[in-house]
């Protein structure tokens, strides 16, 4: 398969956590290769900026370098040092027909300047018609916008949305182009902040804009968090990438962003950053996942194995206590033309009962880090029992305490000790005919994916067709 690929072209921040290395990292998360091509080196910390150099002078040969031999198509843009760099940047775009996200970036998190005095007028006349997203936060489109967005209401950010994506329509010729606006932060209540997206979507021969908001929980603490604008624009770009419009990769992108912006790093200094690491295990928990679901979704009869709630795959980190060291497919497994169909992507944190179940069994055997829920029939648990060597146990619903029943999660709780006390152990299934408003289900537990893949063919051959 062809690994979709972008590009960032942006500075260096030896924090790692804005700048280009930020974009590089976030490109990676979300699956793409990441190209990167330096425009300056800032000398920062998470709080402090102490300076930059530009690098105006090396920018020509390394767009060249790569432009000039891989076919890189998306690009994101962050700090522009000088007028320069504008120059470059600008003929590189043209030159190769460039699809840029650019992400304004005058003055640093801890509030010094990221480009020479004036650029900004520079940027929005000869960059801004090149620029497909445009990522502000408040400050930067109250700027270009000429309006004040303190303490405003929804019509004026509305407005400042619409000033700003008018000039990045400014030179087009036809009006069937699409183009988007993000405004950051632009609103927020109590407990969320609102992103106010306009795009101008195409639908038929004509465009209509269209606003999109989107909630973020709100978190409260001192400060900012340094290089969030770049994780975000990034993941943008990095949608755009792997083929998503621009509506798709800007939710996708908030999605991601958000997923992420629950992990912050604090350092010693009181910076505050997202934690964009990743660890072996975790990629192993992913892998395990990605290996039972590409087997499940290459066999038509596994689709008559997914329930009405639909399917999900849980894997858990070896020691995992909370939730947000399980993983699971966001949205579940669903069916699509006869075959079963992942509805997002594998993630850790994906709340659901699966995820639920491990953390149950955890307590009672660290061996057990996976388990599925199957559609539940009548014929196929007689089969399993007389023709396989699983151990199967049924649990009976009507036998759980009412005090249980009113939270799904003592449920999962509830069901695993009844098992245990029953059994002595976790076996290979623990199956119920479900209640009132619960469906049936079977549950399969496993110690690894080969294991699962194992007991899943055993099952499969058994699906009355
Ligand atoms: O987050 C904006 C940004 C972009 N690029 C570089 C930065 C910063 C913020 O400090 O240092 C290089």
Request: proline share 4%; with cysteine.
């Amino acid at each position: 398969m062809k690994k979709p690929m972008a590009m960032s072209i942006a500075g260096s921040d030896p924090s790692s956590s804005a700048g280009i290395q930020a974009d590089i990292r976030t490109f990676d998360r979300c699956g793409v290769h990441p190209f990167s091509v330096i425009t300056a080196i800032t000398y920062q910390t998470a709080t402090e900026f102490f300076g930059y150099d530009s690098l105006s002078d090396r920018l020509d040969k390394q767009l060249e370098a790569v432009l000039g031999d891989y076919p890189i198509k998306f690009v994101k843009i962050g700090m522009i040092p000088d007028m320069k760099t504008l120059d470059i940047i600008i003929e590189y775009i043209k030159k190769y027909e460039l699809s840029v996200v650019y992400d304004p970036v005058f003055v640093s998190s801890a509030g010094s300047r990221l480009s020479s005095e004036g650029l900004e007028l520079e940027i929005e006349r000869d960059l801004f018609p090149l620029v497909k997203i445009l990522t502000p936060n408040v400050n930067e489109a109250a700027y270009y916008s000429n309006l004040d967005l303190t303490n405003t209401t929804s019509d004026i950010i509305r407005e400042a949305a619409e000033i700003l994506l008018d000039k990045l329509l400014i030179n087009e010729t036809t009006n069937i182009v699409e183009k988007a606006v993000i405004l950051k932060s632009a609103a927020s209540t109590q407990d969320k902040v609102f992103d106010i997206a306009l795009m101008n979507k195409q639908i038929g021969e004509e465009t209509k804009k269209k606003f999109k908001v989107y909630s973020k929980n709100k978190i409260s603490f001192q400060g900012n968090v340094h290089g969030t604008g770049c994780v975000f624009s990034s993941a943008i770009t990095a949608f755009l990438a792997k083929g998503s419009s621009i509506e798709e990769a800007i939710t996708k992108g908030e999605g991601f962003f958000s997923s992420k912006f629950q992990n912050l790093i604090d350092l010693p200094d009181g910076g505050k950053i997202i934690d964009l690491t990743i660890s072996n295990e975790q990629i192993e928990v992913i892998n395990q996942i990605k290996e039972i679901y590409t087997f499940i979704s290459h066999s038509q009869i596994s689709s008559k194995l997914i329930p009405e709630v639909r399917m999900n795959i849980s894997c858990s980190l070896p020691n995992a206590m909370k939730h947000d060291e399980i993983a699971g497919i966001e949205g579940r497994i669903t069916i699509i033309n006869g075959y079963p169909n992942a509805s997002g992507e594998i993630k850790f944190g994906v709340s659901d009962h699966t995820a639920r179940l491990i953390l149950s069994v955890k307590k009672f055997d660290t061996s057990i880090n996976l388990v599925l829920n199957l559609k539940y029939i009548p014929e196929l648990i007689k089969s399993l029992r007389d023709k396989t060597d699983l151990e199967i146990v049924e649990i009976i619903r009507e036998n759980q305490p009412i005090n249980v029943k009113i939270k799904e999660f003592s449920t999962m709780e509830w069901l695993i000790k009844e098992t245990v006390e029953k059994k002595g152990k976790i076996p290979d299934i623990i199956w119920d005919k479900g209640s009132v408003g619960k469906e049936p289900m079977i549950r399969l537990f496993g110690r690894n994916s080969k294991e699962i893949i194992n007991k899943l063919k055993k099952i499969l051959v058994l699906v009355p067709t």
